[in-house]
Every structure is written in C-alpha cells, then in structure tokens.
C-alpha cells in the first residue's frame, strides 16, 4: 500500500511570512501581494500568536470601514491558532481543516510556525492517495498483491 504523506511532505517555507502582531494590515497586504500568499503569520518573541488571511482584511478591515493604514494584525488576527505537528497525516489534518473550517493549516511546533499549508492542498492529496488505495484493492483483488509488488499477508 502507498505510505501516507504527512502535512510536513506538502509545506511551502519559502511561502511563510513572519509579521509583528503591531504590523499594519497595509504591511500585511504587501507582503500577501509580494509573496502571493493569501495569509501571513503573525509572531511575538518567536511564539506564534496569530494568523491573518485575506478573508480577515476583507471582512474586518475593509468591510468593517477600518483604516488599513493604522489597522494592527493584532486587532484583527485569529489569535492562538492550532499548529499541526509536522508528522500529521493528510487525513489527519483535512479532518481538522474541515471540522474547524480553516483554509489554511499552519505546521508547528513548540509553538511556533513552520509551515502553512492550504486546505486545498491538503485534499488534493488525500484524493489522490484515495485513488492508489483503490488501485492498491484492484490489484489485491485481480492479483493478490499490491500495487508496490509486495504480497498481501
């Protein structure tokens, strides 16, 4: 059978941006727009303390008529976000984005972010590890190995 990645195979570290939760949603927002990102991580003294996403400064800033200019990530960050250790499985992980509507998920550990992954990332491969694990039946059931050569015990 296929072994199941982890949430540590699908990040993107070169993808993580760090921000002060004192930073502007402006600063915020060209950082987003810099790195192509749609969230940033918001950190004090190297813990992590927040995420803010795009929805975030759609909703709470610019919807809510704030100003951008002066808007700190901290008035507006989901703080005390949940970080996934690195050796979460896939399935693992799209239960929790799923259950708790994220769309991103952040990787961590010792309370700090290593990594962000996006949810929809996150399905593609359970998808696609779905699709072996059929495969993987086929091949027991017309053959009675798996896909990889190895005899089913």
């Known amino acids: ?37 749609g969230a940033v991580v918001v950190e004090d003294a190297q813990r992590t303390v927040g995420i803010v996403t795009e929805r975030d400064i759609n909703f709470r800033v610019v919807a809510a008529g704030q100003d951008p200019t002066i808007t700190r990530l901290c008035d507006i960050m989901t703080p005390d ?50 699709g072996n694990n059929v495969e993987d039946i086929d091949h027991f059931i017309r053959d009675g190995v798996v896909s990889d050569g190895g005899a089913l015990h």
Do not use: C, W
């Open 81 to 130: 976000p949940t970080l996934m250790p690195p050796s979460t499985k896939v399935t693992d992980a799209l239960r929790l984005v799923v259950n708790n509507r994220y769309r991103y998920a952040l990787v961590g550990q010792n309370h700090k972010a290593v990594g962000i992954v996006l949810v929809s990332r996150i399905f593609a491969e359970v998808t696609k590890q779905l």
């Open 1 to 37: 059978m296929t072994q199941e990645k982890t949430v540590q195979d699908l990040i993107n570290n070169d993808r993580l941006v760090r921000l002060s939760p004192h930073a502007t949603v402006t600063q915020a927002s060209r950082e987003m727009l810099r790195h192509h990102i």
